[in-house]
């Protein structure tokens, strides 16, 4: 249920399982009322996250009221339907970015310099683009050729070069492609969430993976495991993908600075571009490509 900040949420498999969740909102109900902060029930929903027809489904109630049940929720400015696929979320990005694209090029002519018009692209457009992208980043290659290609036209505005390929437009710049992006984005999320240091981090990432205590490694060189799933939905998922990511890159001493890893591994990934980046080729638009293909080889294979 989402109601402002508030949420409330529980695995369902079984009908003792919805009487508690009644039960937890008839005890928030309560807190509410006794603190005059009573919920807003025409703004609250439920949402059903499920993959099977056979789901228990009953109405909830909120103060007496029932809550109405909803098969898209934004939280936090992003978009979460009930089946966990992010199709409308990739169109609703794609529109705001060319629509802010075109207002830049009717506002900035091509006298306006190259640094202004990249820092444009990137404060209002790229900012947009990676905004929680550690939950969302595509995996199917039509939805990764889909978000590129909005860098894409982004670059021939920057340079007002309409003829050079991709490559070339985005070495000029010192950009990497934009799924090289979002990676960078996982690796700054998990340096920032679980990095050695003596900031409190409400996170459990012992939950979704661990540092392996049998790293052929030295001890200050940590490869990361996972707890493997079955379930399809988590295959493309930050805590299945980020482990591959991270155990594919060279040996990183993580007793460093956040700063200073973070400057080690933007340049494995600006040389990993430079040799490996192939504009017509979709799984070259990543240091370690997500899509159903590459994700059934070893590793080492796809950097032989």
Known sequence: MFADDTKCLKSVSSP????QIQRDLNELSQWSNTWCLPFNVTKCSVIHFFSTSS??????????SPVSTVVSQKDLGVPFSEDLSWSSHYKQLAATAYKTLGLLRRTFSSAVDIPTRK??????IRSKLTYASTV?????????LFLERIQRRATKFILNDYHSDYKTRLIKLNMLPL???FELADISFFLNNFHFSDSPSNFNASNYFSFSSTSTRSSTFHKLSFN??????SHHTFFTLFPLLWNSLPPVKISLSKKTIKLHVKKTFWNHFIVRFYPNNVCSYHYVCPCFSCANLPVNSMYS
């Open 16 to 19: 003792s399982d919805t009487v």
């Open 55 to 64: 789901l228990l489904s009953p109405t909830y109630y909120l103060n007496c």
């Open 119 to 124: 820092l444009l692209y990137t404060s209002l």
């Open 136 to 144: 969302w980043r595509p995996h199917f290659l039509k939805d990764i």
């Open 179 to 181: 799924m090289m992006t």
């Open 228 to 233: 493997f799933t079955s379930h399809h939905s």
